[in-house]
């Protein structure tokens, strides 16, 4: 772990894709690996790109990539896919996206897909994020496929978001409908070269004159096209001005420090299922009272109640001794 | 609440659907009424029935339930949508299917869609069936749209559960290939007065083939159309089926325990972080902490530790008073 480590501070692309592997595949040592990475996290601009498929998020996330590149940013990718068993770039179409940027080692790009549950996948995600973060990117570009839930919460991740959509598609109005609105930071309306861009971006900009005339920043709407190279940059201006934004309002710290404070809760919830279950394995009573649940001798609640008395009483000394830093 | 649930025990409809909501929208003493239900669950068949949107899932179901309404069975119906942000039977479909049954106190349909998290909405879509299961339903259908990971979360409240594919959506594969597999208890080809529902039911019987060789249920594939009627009298012969395997096997009881160890493990969790966002509220310990992640003075896996540790040492004598039926 510490061999891998020394490579990953030294730079070893290999060692970046190794750590991520551990973190996915929750291996021992995952935890320790995030509390070692933490101090060099914080750096890097993270920018989440979403929307249904079929409307070109990864190729535009490729022409920003080549433009950041041209401005000597370095860029890590974390391409999801909640649909998807596959992760770790074995995906024939992230391949083709990694040759075209295999020299260039300011590029990295990694496919996640749902092996767990989708909570599992957004925590994989965030951490994979800080992965990079840790690793020197200046930016790192969370995509993902679709517009569920699961997508949206993944893109909390994010400081900000652009939302993908397309003419004729017909899911302009729709996505609006699923949430999407509260998360878009910016509007790309791509394949702007096919017709109907305009009347999409009409019908966004009238969505927006509804629902945020009372917002402070109101999310711009660019049309894009990856064939024609249309609008790239604007779209690339319009990020950093929402950049400029949070920072000038005191969001980009405000928010990144509400972030670490929910991630410690969540890692607190972990820990504490932790010890519940190092609980079953040394007692019998927390077993017995589950025991009793299943046999429908008591009600899950009053069980419930009951283990949390159990374990707090009993852990108690026994953690203060155990786990170092605690106060 | 003692008024709401008395005429919930008399058998008023409205109090069950407002304990829905009560449940739905977490109001306080949801989790009281959840503990009161308790002793009346457990007797409903639980059958889920989830595929993409316009395969008729909703057709089938209003089928399968006139076919069980024939036989005395009363039914109970949930009907989610992880997509959707209205809930309470507020769609125009439900409001037409549930005047399709209106007259009839045996049939109860709710709607239910995502307020908040995807977890929430597994959590409350178990809820509403517990609460069907304890006003006396003998059969509660969960019906869901969609097949992503959100959907099968929420397929495992159910004894049964039916895919149901069409034929020509072209989504026969990929449907099997995205972990619908292992959740299908029995597949249904529906719209099977259409072309090509041969050739769906073959493809997901070869599927069957090459995956289930070992299994002790192979999952039968029913073609039904609610058009012409074909087939639905066989699908309920296959839910029956299935439900006399789990019976023989010892597995429906088995699942069911299991269950009910894993939700009161769930309740744990939600009693632990009220216990912590108790001691948030009393102490200043635990939000100097969480400032000082904040403030990346330490970093979130340490603060998480010294939380743990905190919480414990501090709740387990007031807890010990103040928790009534704790071991």
Redesign the interface.
């Known amino acids: 772990m510490q061999d891998l480590l020394q490579r990953f501070w030294a730079g070893e692309p290999r060692a970046l894709a190794r750590l991520i592997s551990i973190l996915e595949n929750e291996e021992p040592g995952r935890?320790?690996l995030?509390?070692q990475l933490?101090?060099k996290t914080?750096r890097a601009y993270l920018l989440g790109v979403t929307g249904s498929p079929g409307t070109g998020k990864s190729s535009l996330v490729d022409r920003l990539t080549a433009l950041l590149r041209q401005r000597g940013q370095k860029v890590g990718i974390v391409a999801v896919d909640?649909?998807s068993?596959f992760s770790g770039g074995a995906l024939l179409g992230d391949r083709i996206r990694m040759q075209e940027h295999a020299v260039d080692q300011g590029v990295f790009i990694r496919s996640m897909g749902?092996r767990g549950?989708?909570?599992g996948l957004a925590r994989t995600t965030r951490e994979a994020v800080k992965a990079m973060d840790a690793f020197g990117f200046d930016w790192v570009i969370v995509e993902t496929v679709g517009v569920?839930?699961?997508e949206l919460?993944i893109m909390h991740v994010a400081d900000s978001v652009i939302v993908v959509l397309t003419p004729g598609a017909g899911d302009s109005i729709q996505t609006i409908?699923?949430?999407i609105m509260e998360i878009a930071d910016i509007f790309a309306v791509n394949k702007s070269d096919l017709p109907g861009a305009d009347k999409v971006a009409l019908e966004v900009e009238m969505m927006l004159d509804l629902h945020s005339p009372q917002m402070s920043w109101r999310p711009p709407v660019v049309k894009t096209s990856t064939v024609t190279g249309t609008g790239l940059e604007d779209l690339l201006a319009a990020i950093e001005r929402h950049r400029t934004y949070l920072l000038e309002k005191g969001l980009f710290q405000q928010r990144r420090?509400?972030r670490?404070?929910s991630?410690?809760?969540e890692?607190?919830?972990?820990?504490?299922?932790q010890?519940?279950r190092k609980e079953m394995k040394l007692s019998e009573?927390v077993n017995d009272?589950?025991d009793a649940?299943?046999?429908?001798q008591t009600?899950?609640?009053?069980?419930?109640?009951?283990?949390?008395?159990?374990v707090?009483?009993n852990?108690?000394p026994r953690?203060?001794n155990q786990?170092?830093?605690?106060?």
Chains 1, 2 share one sequence.
């Open positions: 935890d320790e995030m509390r933490f101090s914080g909640p649909t068993p749902t549950s989708l909570g569920g839930q699961a919460d409908k699923a949430g420090e509400e670490l404070r991630e410690t809760l890692i607190l919830d972990r820990q504490w299922q010890l519940v009573e009272l589950l649940v299943a046999r429908r009600d899950p609640y009053t069980a419930a109640s009951s283990i949390l008395n159990y707090v009483a852990s108690g953690q203060k786990a170092g830093p605690g106060g």
